[in-house]
């Protein structure tokens, strides 16, 4: 069955560094964009950033942008979130998904727009 599995989230100080991991199974992961989310407490979900299905095109949501870099290996199916320079207020639950390539869009942006969901990965920044 489809399985995305996040890992890497954990208490990190503010100012530091994490790399997220996504490992993906039970669909053909090169035909899919992916993207990573966030949800804090009390708040919508918001994109953090997107990938297209050959790792050529990016996207990054406002949140995070200059501080994110995204990337993929298509060979071990897995999606890597790089963060930096975290900040208290990017404490929130992170999650990869997953959205089928259909020839026109790059990537998605919107939530909606994907089909498989990881049970996700917290992450804290503590001052």
């Known amino acids: 069955q489809v399985q995305l599995v996040e890992s890497g989230g954990r208490l990190v100080q503010a100012g530091g560094s994490l790399r997220l991991s996504c490992a993906a199974s039970?669909?053909?992961?090169?035909?899919?964009?992916m993207g990573w989310f966030r949800q804090a407490l009390g708040k919508e979900r918001e994109i953090v950033a997107a990938?297209?299905?050959?790792?050529?095109?990016?996207y990054y949501g406002d949140s995070m942008k200059g501080r994110v870099t995204i990337s993929r290996d298509n060979a071990e199916n897995m999606v890597y979130l790089q963060m930096s320079s975290l900040k208290r207020e990017d404490t929130a639950v992170y999650y990869c998904?997953?959205?089928?390539?259909?020839?026109?869009?790059?990537?998605?942006?919107?939530?909606?727009?994907?089909?498989?969901w990881g049970q996700g990965t917290q992450v804290t920044v503590s001052s």
């Open positions: 998904a997953a959205a089928w390539y259909n020839g026109v869009y790059l990537y998605r942006t919107a939530d909606n727009e994907y089909e498989y």
């Open positions: 039970g669909f053909t992961f090169s035909r899919y964009s």
């Open positions: 990938i297209s299905w050959n790792g050529d095109n990016t």
